[in-house]
């Protein structure tokens, strides 16, 4: 699998889940890449960051 699509897979996994078969695909190339491991985990941090951030803005919310 190239690059192109393990990060376009990446991306689409924060917002639903992936197929065992997809999940596995991008697995194997995360082994391989570290390019797309530091991908992986900058998306990662991303997300959360725009979890933790929702979350203080429904505290204010309230």
Same mark, same amino acid.
């Given at each position: 699998?190239?690059?192109?699509?393990?990060?376009? =897979?990446?991306?689409?996994?924060?917002?639903? %889940?992936?197929?065992? =078969?997809?999940?596995?695909?991008?697995?194997?190339?995360?082994?391989?890449? %570290?390019? #797309? &491991?530091? *991908?992986? &985990?900058? #998306?990662?941090? +991303?997300?959360? +960051? +725009?979890?933790? *951030?929702?979350?203080?803005?429904?505290?204010?919310?309230?």
């Amino acid at each position: 699998m190239k690059c192109q699509n393990v990060t376009k =897979l990446i991306s689409e996994n924060q917002e639903k %889940p992936l197929s065992l =078969l997809k999940n596995s695909q991008v697995y194997m190339h995360l082994a391989i890449c %570290p390019y #797309c &491991r530091a *991908f992986a &985990r900058n #998306c990662k941090k +991303m997300h959360k +960051m +725009m979890q933790d *951030f929702s979350a203080q803005e429904e505290g204010k919310e309230s």
